[in-house]
């Protein structure tokens, strides 16, 4: 099986989505900020505070290009992976890349709560507009796009089955 590689913005379902996928198929789930936490040692705030977000992005490049060759697995990515469209170029040509999607107030609803993801700190909803207006053209650039507002993981994880078998049998 090649991969299913899910994108998309913060709170956009898609370790929730993807723990479905990976139960359905029983193939692994790999979720790539807590890879990045395990090989680091650090929480993901940690990392961005001791030593800022161009480090991070680094460290996600280095992931990406080990995950990308690989099969058999889903993929849940960071929802900055996008920043550098080489990450998506690498997972696009051995897999299915799906873009989950959400509106800011479903986005808002889904992280009120957590504290571990450092681009959010402080007036979420404020960084939600912001980040979203910086990154919604390069979303865009996917062209397998998933709404997941008002949606059930296992509606939208059959969604993306669906889009995996019409592109790869
Ligand atoms: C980030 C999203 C996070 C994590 C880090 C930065 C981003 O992953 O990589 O906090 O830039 O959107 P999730 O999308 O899994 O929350």
Do not use: W
């Not at 979720?31 to 001791?50: C, H, N, R, V």
């Not at 509606?155 to 592109?167: G, K, R």
């Amino acid at each position: 099986m090649k991969n299913i590689i899910l994108v998309g913005f913060m709170g956009t379902g898609k370790t929730t989505v993807g723990a479905h996928l990976a139960a359905q198929l029983h193939v692994p789930l790999l979720d790539m900020a807590p890879l990045i936490e395990t090989t680091e040692k650090k929480s993901i705030p940690q990392i961005f505070a001791d030593h800022g977000e161009a480090h991070f992005r680094n460290l996600e490049r280095a992931l990406v290009q080990q995950l990308a060759p690989t099969h058999g697995s889903i993929i849940s990515t960071g929802g900055g992976i996008v920043l550098n469209p080489d990450n998506l170029s690498d997972f696009a040509q051995h897999g299915l890349v799906a873009c989950l999607t959400a509106t800011p107030q479903t986005i808002l609803q889904r992280v009120r709560d957590d504290q571990n993801r450092p681009l959010l700190a402080g007036d979420k909803e404020k960084q939600i507009q912001a980040l979203l207006a910086q990154r919604q053209p390069l979303y865009d650039t996917i062209p397998f796009q998933v709404q997941t507002d008002d949606r059930s993981p296992q509606e939208i994880a059959q969604s993306i089955l669906n889009e995996y078998h019409q592109q790869f049998g």
